[in-house]
């Protein structure tokens, strides 16, 4: 694997993890809201609910992205990987599509950083 593929994997993973952390500050905001009454606990089961399946998602993105081959040659390549198998995966585990957004987000960032870097 090439550095600057497994730099860009390291970069990925680095974002995907931080959008965990988002995920459980928003589960964190939500538990104090119900607790002092700001939401119902409809609104919080509903809620908690889907940020479980967001942050799963999140996590199986992370495993896969731990499997991907040696053998890929390019960022660029990474990416249409990843996007062909994350629209399957969200579909056979059923993830959010915000599960979808965030990792194609995350994609877009990473890639246009590494680009950046090779300019300068």
């Given amino acids: 694997m090439s550095d600057k593929i497994g730099l860009f ?36 089961s509903e809620n908690e609910a889907f940020l479980a399946q967001e942050t799963a998602g999140l996590r199986r993105f992370l495993a896969f992205i731990a499997s991907i081959s040696p053998d890929v040659k390019t960022p660029e390549d990474i990416v249409i990987l990843i996007g062909d198998v994350i629209k399957k995966k969200m579909k056979d585990y059923e993830d959010p599509e915000a599960v979808y957004r965030i990792v194609n987000k995350k994609l877009e960032k990473t890639l246009r950083y590494l680009e950046i870097q090779q300019d300068l």
């Fill in 9 to 44: 994997l390291a970069m990925l993973r680095e974002e995907i993890e931080e959008s965990l952390d988002g995920v459980r500050y928003l589960a964190d905001s939500y538990e104090r809201k119900f607790k002092n009454g700001e939401i119902t606990n409809y609104v919080y």
